[in-house]
């Protein structure tokens, strides 16, 4: 396997896992997505479709580097928004949203849920650090492939 296509695979699969991951969290446990929350969504949605796009349209390192670009954008958002939950600094919003786009046509039944609270955490590593780490790892992976990649074509 090529480095483009080790890069298209680790773009789309990071992004299609953690978004996966946030939306069984959501509709599977409860755990609503706070404002930061979204924000991160969005760059995984934009490297999902980078990464697929790549995959049919030619120069490929492009779209795939773009894809790695979008996930370190959400894993450096995650950062921010961990350092939030653990009271490290101050978020920028008094940050509370409805609970899910489902739930915008009821807004009464809608969680309030708030950025500087850390819903669920694993070793003591909460969603939005978990995010930042799988992403911000990811994305410089993703980007290192496609940079070498380029190297090697202009190289021939």
């Known amino acids: 396997m090529t480095g483009v296509k080790q890069a298209q695979f680790l773009a789309i699969a990071i992004s299609a896992g953690l978004l996966g991951g946030a939306y069984i969290s959501e509709y599977g446990f409860g755990l609503f997505p706070c404002e930061m929350c979204w924000w991160q969504r969005w760059p995984h949605f ?84 978990w995010n930042f780490l799988f992403s911000t790892l990811g994305g410089i992976a993703i980007l290192a492939l496609s940079v070498r990649a380029t190297g090697k074509e202009k190289a021939l």
């Open 46 to 129: 934009a490297a999902l479709g980078a990464g697929v796009f790549a995959l049919f349209q030619k120069p490929a390192q492009v779209w795939t580097a773009l894809a790695g670009l979008a996930i370190l954008t959400s894993g450096l958002i995650g950062g921010f928004h961990a350092g939030v939950e653990y009271g490290w600094w101050e978020g920028i919003t008094g940050c509370a949203t409805l609970g899910s786009a489902v739930d915008v046509m009821n807004p009464a039944a809608a969680p309030i849920v708030r950025c500087d609270v850390a819903p669920w955490s694993l070793f003591g590593i909460s969603l939005a650090g």
